[in-house]
């Protein structure tokens, strides 16, 4: 299930927050954690998806753009957690977090290259908090609650290629649009893709490769056991040697009777 | 050490190693995500793409001078965008991507259609009750005809009970310094508008129609999307802004008071009444007309926070100087009120005789027909066209009638946002029957024309004496400073 | 002639002085905070926020307390498998440092995790792309190896002997395990960082950063080592020869420059030597960080100032320093664009806490254990007087046999 999100159709009425704060029962009544210079508030434990507001440098183009977890096709929460407690569902997409079996470790907060996790820091055994691109009704084929509430149409789920094609075309038949379909490519892809009139870096997209940063993790870890395995037989070998010099040296049968001279540290 | 296996060892194994594979299983299990265990409306199941006929929401503006809303108390039901589209004509018809502002005229209908409340009016009872408090301020208020019929049902009262002078006893009782009329300024107002419209007919044929201005949402609506028409709307501010002009020099000086501590209050049916008091045109001499807005909600419950009660207590007249006020003031709550009253004194300004019987009860423009018309035959100008209209999708579709025809048929067009006129404003009582509700309050409001004394503007001793003591005449050099306004053209912040 | 009380209470020495009670106090204050932190979350006892939500308990006690106490493993390589038998005398203090270091580790971190009763899920759910899933269980099997190998040094005075032999026969393959798993997970400590290349600033991000982690690991051992037998000889008087110790730095410096190298390297490869010095809160850290951390410890240990013992200690400290600054810049300053974060009182007391634990432990089991030197240490101010002297050291001291 992905979705697409046409920010030039967005007026801004918060219905998606709204449906967002309903189905995954959030408090409405809690401060938001980070409100930025301009005004816009960042997603915390209780806004799992907020809209931000732009008016463009003439001050003639308002933009709402609505801000949540990407779902990327390369997730780096999933790859960076180590008990498995963020995972990609193969089936619909989303990247999903099950707090059974979250440690707490909040790697998966600085892995995220667009920051996206949050933390319920004032609980006592806090959770992960983002988006989960309501798990249950797509796993369904329902759209996600967001989605549903959207009146004008800013917001359309469907199948990834699909979106991505639909996308292409409002590109190439309306030439207000930028030339890129955000979240196409970006770290490998998302299944949330954003098309605009308006660039994507004065909307508060950050700019980033087109590289998963997994592949980054994947790299150094296919080294890890070859490289451990042949380190490990370096040091056996050594200690072999330094044993048979040892018995040699020493003569010895018996390994317990020379505690003096056959000590490691 | 022995290898051989014991029964009891061989036990042990079995149930060490059927605990240890029991756990590793149930500790793998991932158990529920997070999120998901919250509600969303039927409306919403599936994709969502069900033909509702309602759903999502409007958009306000946190800078929205009208209108908040309450997130934790929305249900996404969708009324909201139902009043807004499809009674008021606003919601999509402007074109998107959106330029530079969310188009909002402040009529409140969302308002009136959210079943929990979670839109409200933007509060301006604490800075109310602060200026009370401040000694050094003469806090002046006054109060919208339609608030007189309608402020006793949040107070149990049943639906069009009259209570002018409780409300006034009310008000002195809650400390206000002044008490006034905003009728008596509906009487200003005809005055100067009834002047104006004899001389367009006569002498300024290229901005007849004539159509009313005294509705701030409708305002609005013109300037975002009817500008080329803005030259047609009277140049008369609205009652409120005439009252509090007129307070902030004429009565200022009168009663020796620096008009920068006076705090000009209104208690009004209207939402977009809050957005007019912020207008940059509406000031003079560095004053703003008018200083807060209360709505009939709010004025019930500020009187409620200091313990009075309307059913108790005690009535009083409104202040003399600015609280005479005859009939024709007194029906601008309901539609076609302004435009009844103001033929009456037009026909007496052309004339100089008072109208006949049938035009002090012209039944054809009351009611809550969505368009009404009728003809005036005053004597001396012919037969002058009036239509009435209510409802700014009805405004829309008339106004473009228009447009496609090239000319209107009409020489005078009263148009209010509100269904019903402005006893179906935006802060107004809510009721669990408003066509009820909307119905009664209009017999009330005719029914103080009826039995007033004096039944057209021109007869109100205290705005002759206004005149004779300050501006002069209608359209005067200072009637013009104080009591008449300018427009903004708004459709470039909604349009190309 | 100075000697301080000592108390023998069960048959376990305890010697009050006035350091180690303000220690114990700083652990009760740790205590204090720990409870507060498991009661009410981490809002009253840290300042970590979601733009920082790594704080002191992962950047100084993980990151570079696993550094600090890898001076185990380096000391572990060169005294057993390459055999430098003059090193022998620092190894069991050595050992102790480490397995008393990881512990502390694990206790912070235990504190830093926020659902700390799922501390096991990654022994049965394993999240195995995660680099921290290969940390855990490389530092779980470690820390099970060192106690092991420390049991060796319990069991010389306490259970039984039958013990003692077996854990003696098996030590050897205790300690090539022991010199595994440290390489694996002193450079996966840096591999943590990769997926962060997004977020990091560029000075920092590499490719290389796993093994920049291993090297430092590896230099900051020797420069610990130089630090704690320093202190161990004003504690206890106990002294090792300058020249084995100049001997371990030598090695140590060894593989710094070998770091220094690669990073120079890496900055031209990369085209980032415009960032070095652009004045900017980052590129000064990481000016800072290369110049007191690697060039002029570098420039020490080929001058003549190596052969004086303030000289190899100047050493030590910067390389220390240095190697701290270095891991709190990759956790701070390169992500210092998501904001910007001091340590919380909780969070300070609390690692405070610890180490003053880690102290008083060490400071017990160097009393009553044969640890430096091979031999129970006492807390006692050596006099001139060569009599007195012999007297308390019959009086005290026993050898192991």
Known sequence: MAVLVDITKCIGCEGCTVACKRYNNLNFKAKPRNVKEDGNVELDDNRWTVIQEFHGEKNDKLRFVKKQCLHCKEPACASACFSKAIQKDEKTGAVVYYPDLCVGCRYCLVACPYSIPKYQWNEQFPQVSKCQMCSERVSKGDAPACVSACTTGALTSGDRDELLKKAHEIIRSDSRYINQVYGEHEVGGAEWLYISDVPFEDLGFKEVTNVPVTSYTKSYLSKVPGLAACWALFLSGIAFYNYRVDKNRNQIQDPHDNDDQDKEG | MSNKMSRRKFLKVVAGSGVLGFGVMASGCKGKPSGGDGWVSSQYEGKGDFPVNLKGRVAISATNPSIERDDEKCILCGQCVDACKNVMGVYGNYPLPLKQEIACVGCGQCVMQCPSGAITEKSHVRKVLDAIDDDTKHVVVQTAPATKVSLGEEFGMPQGTSVGKKMAGALKAAGFDSVFDTCFAADLTIMEEASEFVHRLTKKKDEIPHLTSCCPGWVKYCEYFYPELMHNLSTCKSPQNMMGATIKSFYAEKMGI????????????????????????????????????????????????????????????????????TGAGRIFGATGGVTEAAVRTAYYLATGSNPPADLLDWKPIRGMQSVKEATASIPGVGAVNIAVCHGLENVRQLLDGIKAAGSSKWQFIEFMACPGGCIGGGGQPKSMDAVEAKKKRIEAIYKEDTGAEKRCSHDNAEIQSIYRDFFGKPLSEKAEKYLHTTFVNRHGRLFD | MKVHKCFRILGWDFTITPTRFVLTGLVALMVVAVVLRLLTGFQYVTNLTDETPWGMWIAFDVMCGVALAGGGYSTALLVSIL???????????????????????????????????????????????????????????????????????????????????????????????????????????????????????????????????????????????????????????????????????????GMMFVYLLLKLYDLFEKHEWNYVFQGTLQSNMYCVEMLFGILIPLVIIVSPLSKKKGGLLTYAVLTVLGVILNRLNCVFTSMYESGSYFPGIGEIIVSVGLISLGVLIYCFLVENFNIIGDERAVQVKIDKDKDIKNLIWTLLRTKRR
């Open chain 2, 258 to 325: 620096d008009p920068s501590n006076i705090v000009n209050v209104s208690i009004m049916p209207c939402t977009a009444k809050k957005f007019e008091v912020a207008r940059e045109e509406l000031e003079v001499d560095g004053q703003q007309d008018m200083d807060y807005v209360l709505t009939t909600r709010e004025l019930a419950v500020l009187l409620k926070h200091k313990g009075i009660d309307l059913n108790t207590v005690a009535e009083a007249e409104y202040d003399s100087v600015l609280g005479e006020s």
């Open chain 3, 83 to 253: 055999r430098y038998k003059e090193f022998h005398v620092v190894a069991r203090g050595a050992l102790l440092t480490s397995l008393l270091g990881y512990i502390l580790v694990m206790a912070g971190l235990f504190l830093d995790i926020g659902q700390w009763f799922n501390f096991w899920r990654p022994f049965v759910s394993w999240g195995y792309t995660s680099v921290l899933f290969e940390v855990f269980w490389c530092i779980s099997i470690y820390t099970t190896v060192l106690s092991i190998e420390f049991f060796e040094i319990i069991t010389e005075r306490v259970l039984r002997k039958k013990l003692h032999r077996y854990i003696v026969k098996i030590l050897p393959v205790l300690v090539v395990i022991g010199l595994i798993f440290p390489v694996m997970h002193q450079s996966s400590l840096g591999g943590l960082f990769l997926i962060m290349k997004e977020r990091m600033f560029p000075l920092w991000w590499s490719e290389f950063l796993p093994l920049y982690f291993l090297l430092s690991s590896f230099f900051i051992g020797s420069a610990m080592v130089t630090i704690e037998t320093t202190l161990a000889k004003t504690a206890y008087g106990h002294e090792i020869p300058h020249n084995i110790m100049l001997k371990l730095t030598r090695i140590g410096a």
